[in-house]
């Protein structure tokens, strides 16, 4: 999904270089979401733990919020 597919090319290039081993976990996790899914948590429609309760974690919080900066 080309949304998704910008809002991922924004995240690396801001925080790319600097991801620590925790959240690129984190960020394994969600890309094993739906396009829909990951969307659909990029724009808040819904929470981690509506998806997956496995995804309620702080890690994967902290990485859906770098997904949202936008500065």
């Known amino acids: 999904m080309l949304e998704n597919d910008l809002i991922l090319e924004r995240f690396f290039a801001r925080h790319g270089g600097t991801l620590t081993v925790r959240q690129a976990d984190a960020l394994n996790a969600l890309m094993e979401l739906s396009d829909n899914e990951l969307l659909d948590l990029h724009l808040g429609r819904c929470s981690p733990s509506q998806i997956d309760t496995a995804l309620d974690r702080d890690d ?6 770098l997904l949202k900066d936008k500065h």
């Open 60 to 65: 994967v919080i902290e990485v859906l919020g």
